[in-house]
């Protein structure tokens, strides 16, 4: 039987609940046999804060799951370097475990982007795409995408960053041990 893998890529910067939501719920309502967190090297779609390292994202990625069964990082990215496209990655992953049906997990912001990525044709033609529904976002695509209904939180990345420069609390929105990394690494001060 082929094992079921789930990849959820982003910049986690800095890694929040609703990723860790995200991966779960993807993790048993697929019953998956693993969800693995994809940090990006340089988005297509993003601009990156350049004074926070791809080694800080991976480090906070690390600690947001570590002890949490069945999910795990997956570096690829971040090996590669430079501007990340999904279809590129997904090729090498397919070939490095050609025993495994991946499932690419995105968020309804991201949706709607579908006809712009790169290749997108050949790659719902490779692997299973997944749709999260995240607040004041519709999930319509022609393209074939399983949807996710899940429990949603209306959390960014962009507003911790806000939060953490602005000395508000961020408590229960980001694991205590990534808080605890960036407090120590002064991350996202202003």
Known sequence: MRKKVGILGGTFNPPHVGHLIIANEALHAL??????LMPNATPPHKQMDERITAEQRLMMVNLAIEGVPNMSVETIELERGGTSY????????????????????????QVEY???????????????LVGVPRPN???ETAYPISI????????????????????ETTKFLIPDKVKDFIQKEKLYEI
């Open 114 to 128: 579908l006809p712009k990525w790169h290749r997108i044709d050949e790659l719902v033609r490779k692997v299973k």
């Open 137 to 139: 976002t519709t999930i």
């Open 31 to 36: 019953a998956l046999d693993e969800v693995r």
């Open 148 to 167: 996710l209904e899940i429990p949603q939180i209306e959390l960014s990345s962009t507003l911790l960053r806000k939060r953490v420069g602005n000395g």
């Open 86 to 109: 999904t279809f590129d990655t997904l090729e090498i992953l397919r070939q490095r475990e050609p025993d495994v049906t991946f499932y690419f997990i995105i968020g309804g912001d």
